[in-house]
């Protein structure tokens, strides 16, 4: 007989107020990477922002292209260059959120599937989980206290 497999994830959601000055900080930061993307084909403007150990944070959008899959997403936009120039460092959180360009107002973005392997990606390789969090769609701010959370039966380097 065939046995079932439950997997469990608890996220935590945040009211606003309940954000530390950590997740604070990188919030404003992918709001604002949100309102510089280059996103002329679907107004949808996408920003992440990821902090190191020491503070540094770096910053994404998402960047389009007339030649649709030539693009790329906020948060491997930041990942990728966040690797490029700390190549040694480790990612303390990830912040990620959206909004329409003619809406002021944040909405929740949950990243891709392409997205979420690359998280993963460096979160294996770093050996400690990433937190990521997200703007929820109620308001409040959801908080995956891993990528395996939003990831699960992932592909990594395990598996090569
Ligand atoms: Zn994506």
């Given at each position: ?74 948060e491997r936009t930041a990942l990728f260059a966040f690797s490029a120039h ?75």
């Amino acid at each position: 007989m065939a046995s079932e497999l439950t997997i469990n994830i608890s996220i935590d959601v945040l009211a606003p107020e309940e954000l530390n000055e950590r997740e604070r900080k990188a919030m404003q930061l992918a709001q604002q990477a949100a309102s510089d993307a280059y996103a002329p084909y679907s107004n949808f403007l996408v920003g992440a922002a990821l902090v190191l150990e020491d503070g540094t944070m770096f910053k994404g959008s998402n960047q389009e292209n007339a030649a649709y899959p030539s693009g790329l997403c906020a948060e491997r936009t930041a990942l990728f260059a966040f690797s490029a120039h700390h190549p040694n460092e480790q990612i303390e959180m990830l912040a990620v959120t959206a909004r329409r360009r003619n809406d002021t107002n944040f909405l929740a973005a949950m990243p891709c599937g392409a997205c979420r392997q690359v998280m993963a990606e460096y979160e294996h390789k770093q050996g400690k989980a990433i937190p990521v969090l997200l703007q929820g769609p109620d308001g409040n701010f959801y908080r995956f206290k891993s990528v395996a959370d939003l990831l699960p039966f992932q592909f990594n380097r395990e598996n090569l």
